[in-house]
């Protein structure tokens, strides 16, 4: 918690093996007590799976802020929805960032919160449109970018008038090296406070080659 001084929010990556799981998240609590506490489950479990979870979370360490992702399908979430007895909020993730149409999901009744990250919905302005059509509370979140791509991630979350829910942007320490540094003050970035530094970040020539390629083929089919 110390390296994030000033965050009232964390986000805890969970899988199956719920033992560890909750030990896991009761270790985050029991540090910031205080903090609004979030899970995301990347779509893993079934719904029966997702409720043993959820009544397990909820017992050993009280209600959660959110759930991300806790089911893959729209369908299940929904499901689970109608099912769960617990205070529970969903985001909403995979569903519709990996979606063909994003427009197309319907979310009545399956999610609560709507997961936004600039590169994978397409932009600033694609991402806006999104959540201006499904109407629900955003999460303005990362995809693991470099500080470059984490500065349009803040230029979003500046964006929009209202954010219910605090941004998951401080991930840069996740990284083994980045081209700049984004500072974290009581918990809050700044936007445009980053100068990008090239140098020592050279990859190997088929690495680049894998690059170039990959963005001759995504060029290709703008």
Not at 42 to 63: C, F, K, M, Q, R
């Amino acid at each position: 918690m110390r390296t994030y001084a000033g965050a009232k929010t964390f986000k805890v990556k969970v899988g199956r093996n719920l033992n560890e799981d909750v030990i896991r998240v009761a270790r985050v609590f029991s540090n910031a007590p205080k903090a609004s506490i979030r899970v995301d489950v990347n779509g893993l479990w079934s719904v029966d799976e997702a409720l043993t979870h959820l009544y397990a979370y909820y017992e050993e360490i009280g209600p959660l802020e959110y759930v991300e992702q806790p089911c893959a399908t729209v369908e299940e979430l929904r499901e689970l929805k109608a099912k769960i007895k617990i205070p529970l909020r969903i985001a909403a993730d995979e569903i519709i960032r990996k979606a063909v149409d994003p427009f197309a999901v319907d979310l009545t009744g399956a999610a609560d919160v709507l997961m936004l990250k600039v590169q994978p919905l397409g932009g600033i302005k694609r991402s806006l449109d999104i959540a201006t059509h499904h109407g629900l509370p955003v999460v303005v979140s990362s995809a693991l970018e470099s500080a470059i791509g984490i500065e349009y991630g803040l230029e979003l979350a500046a964006s929009i008038k209202e954010l219910t829910f605090d941004c998951g942007l401080a991930t840069g320490s996740l990284l083994a090296s980045d081209v700049a540094e984004h500072k974290i003050t009581d918990g809050k970035i700044t936007l445009g406070q980053i100068s990008p530094q090239l140098d020592g970040l050279d990859v190997s020539a088929d690495r680049y080659e894998w690059w170039k390629n990959r963005i001759m083929r995504v060029g290709a089919l703008l």
